[in-house]
């Protein structure tokens, strides 16, 4: 089931404060107690920048052990950015929420642990900068696949060029029966 982005758990979205001026503009993607004020109680261990071509779909990419958060902006074109929620007992979980990032519109996501992050490039040089709660580790990443019909994702009519890897992942059903996705599990009430 689609939703807006605040009815995921602890997702959140917001704008980067803009300094224009007669020279040009200085964005100012956050700041700690900017973030404490959205309820984003955490520090970056890593930061990350993609580059990608329109129509690449990267995603749905998630890291479980330890289960890490990202802050993701695009920094130059645009991107049809998406979160899906993985976590068992969530009351949205396989639902999702999407929206767009681009240079021009400032937007910040938080995606935290337990949200799978995925995104089309919607122009052809899209530029992401994610900043991570950890480290990436190769062994313990995850993925669901993209196009999974169970998700229902209705992602732009572009020619999706996805990743060998990512076209292998496994359906968020597959993923939810593996004893790893007890990763992410919602608190009790």
Known sequence: M??????????????????????????????LSGLKEQGIRTQFKQAIQSRSKRGVV??????WDPPQGKLIRC????????????????PTL????????????GVVLWAPP?????????VEDA?????CTEEWTPATEGGILWSDPAIGIAWPALHPIVSAKDSLAPTLAQWLDEPRSAHFRMPAA
């Open 58 to 63: 990267r995603g749905l990419h998630f890291q």
């Open 127 to 131: 530029i992401v900068f994610y900043e």
């Open 2 to 31: 689609l939703r807006s982005i605040d009815e995921l758990k602890g997702a959140r979205i917001f704008a980067a404060k803009s300094f224009p001026d007669e020279r040009g503009s200085l964005l100012q993607s956050y700041t």
């Open 94 to 105: 396989g639902d999702h929420a999407a929206v767009k990032l681009s240079a021009a519109n």
């Open 114 to 122: 337990g949200l799978a992050h995925g995104f089309m490039a919607l």
């Open 75 to 90: 920094v130059n074109g645009a991107i049809f950015d998406v979160l899906v929620d993985i976590r068992h007992g969530s």
